[in-house]
């Protein structure tokens, strides 16, 4: 099998508007904002999660994110968001990463394969440890975030809140 984790970029607008409309507009908190959108829009909402990465143009209150694509045997599977640093309001929802795979290819480990190479960015943009959230009763993402290393830190509110070192 061959995995690849790649951070989108607007030239990969066409192999990727098909794939974000397998991605629901909001499940368990995962939003994509590119569900339902035009091809021409899509291309713009590229730009802005490239613009993201860089920090460039970033909303009030906004760190930047980078977008990733991981990719099984060259097909589009999931998409994974690492934002660079939190903030007081990241802190305490959302946190640093979040993760989706398109429903399709549920159930074959690739939201496990995804975590992990998110967590290899993270290292790399020199995060010692990160903050993961998910819905108390979202069990998926919960194992996904256990089997990768994630140490449970509170259950707050309907959210639980885990820890991944990366030293
Ligand atoms: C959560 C999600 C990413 C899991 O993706 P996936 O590719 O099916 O997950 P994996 O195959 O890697 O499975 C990881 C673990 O979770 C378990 N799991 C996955 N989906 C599950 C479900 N619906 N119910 C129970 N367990 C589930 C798997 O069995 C596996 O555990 P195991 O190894 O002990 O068997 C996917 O369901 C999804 O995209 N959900 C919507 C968005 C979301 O919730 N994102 C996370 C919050 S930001």
Known sequence: MNTLLK????????????????????????????YNISKDEFVK?????????????????????????????????GIGRVRHYLTEELLNH?????????????????????????????????????LLTCNENNVGSYKTIEKNGGKLDRIHSGERFYWIDLA
């Open 94 to 130: 959302a946190g640093h990463i979040s993760f989706a795979i398109a429903p399709e290819f549920r159930g074959q480990c690739y939201a496990t394969i995804l975590l992990k190479s998110l967590l290899e960015q993270a290292k790399m943009l020199n995060l010692s440890k990160v």
């Open 45 to 77: 909402y590229l730009q802005k999660k490239y613009d993201s990465s860089q920090g460039i143009n970033l909303k009030p209150n906004r760190v930047p994110s980078t977008e990733f694509i991981l990719y099984i045997n060259n097909i589009p599977v």
């Open 7 to 34: 951070a989108v970029n607007p030239k990969d607008s066409i192999l990727l508007y098909d794939f974000y409309q397998k991605i629901p507009a909001n499940e368990c908190g995962f939003k994509n904002d590119a």
